[in-house]
């Protein structure tokens, strides 16, 4: 937390939550958010409210999970896997029903490669560690997709957003643009500080591209903070024809997924 802060230091409840998507940059969007000084973010991902393991052990075990905090700051945790739970709205509604709640979205294919991309070097023994994208997503036999792979299935948003619009009204939600969020972090930014309310303290000179890595990084107290390395891949090259075909199969669930947010994002 900020040393110079002088106030009634504790945990507490977030008072916004980062609920998805994974491989979206949730991440990046809460690592620049936290470099507000109003704002301060919880390290890792809770998973508190979508694992009945972390979530029977109550309250008490999630705040340790929240970073210290004055009065006057907005904590902030992230963890993308709420995004898909049937309980976590219910349960975050709950805690808090007028939370605010953030969800990063990006173009559905490249959040599909990107799913594919952690599943196989995150967990070894899975399909994804001996067959390719290609070979898991079409199967060349009958020229069919396979729409029931899980990174296709997790990127058709509109199903999924509708469980948190039971629950929260579309002006506690707001849908930052995953795409946008690589190419002009301080527009994502800019957009996020007025949701939260907050004064628009991250700007363009709040950033500086390491052409290295090929993203953006956080210019703070004269250094640079980029995410660690298994964050921000070069592209995964999937062929031009299989992205088409995915494009098309994508196109009617992203329109569905604009009309309910009612704004339609740069990947559109
Ligand atoms: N500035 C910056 N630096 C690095 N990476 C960035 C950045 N902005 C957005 N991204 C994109 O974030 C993708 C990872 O998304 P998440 O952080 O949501 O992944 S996770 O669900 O928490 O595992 C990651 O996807 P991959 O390229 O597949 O790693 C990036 O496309």
Not at 176 to 204: C, H, W, Y
């Amino acid at each position: 937390m900020q040393p110079y802060r002088n106030c009634d230091v504790k945990r507490r409840l977030p008072g916004c939550i980062i609920i998805g998507t994974p491989k979206s940059g949730t991440k990046a969007l809460i690592e620049f958010i936290g470099a507000h000084p109003d704002v301060e973010i919880a390290q890792g991902e809770a998973k508190f409210f979508n694992r009945n393991d972390n979530y029977y052990k109550g309250y008490q075990h999630y705040l340790k999970k929240m970073p210290l905090s004055c009065p006057d700051q907005i904590t902030l945790e992230k963890s993308p896997e709420y995004f898909y739970s049937r309980v976590a709205p219910y349960r975050i509604h709950k805690m808090n029903h007028s939370i605010k709640l953030i969800i990063i979205v990006k173009d559905p294919v490249q959040r599909a490669i990107s799913d594919y991309i952690h599943r196989r070097t995150t967990f070894s023994g899975r399909k994804e560690t001996n067959y390719t994208f290609e070979e898991l997503v079409y199967d060349n036999s009958t020229k069919k997709l396979r729409t029931q792979y899980l990174p296709v299935i997790r990127s058709i948003y509109y199903r999924y957003i509708l469980n948190w619009l039971t629950y929260f009204s579309p002006n506690q939600i707001h849908v930052a643009d995953g795409n946008n969020l690589i190419v002009e972090p301080q527009d994502e930014l800019s957009k996020v500080q007025d949701f939260l309310g907050l004064e628009r303290l991250i700007t363009k000179d709040s950033f500086v591209y390491n052409s290295t890595k090929g993203y953006y990084c956080l210019w703070t107290h004269s250094s640079t903070q980029c995410l660690a390395p298994c964050k921000g891949h070069k592209n995964h090259s999937v062929s031009p024809e299989l992205v088409n075909k995915l494009n098309l199969y994508f196109k009617p669930y992203n329109e569905l997924f604009f009309n309910i947010i009612n704004k339609r994002l740069s990947w559109s």
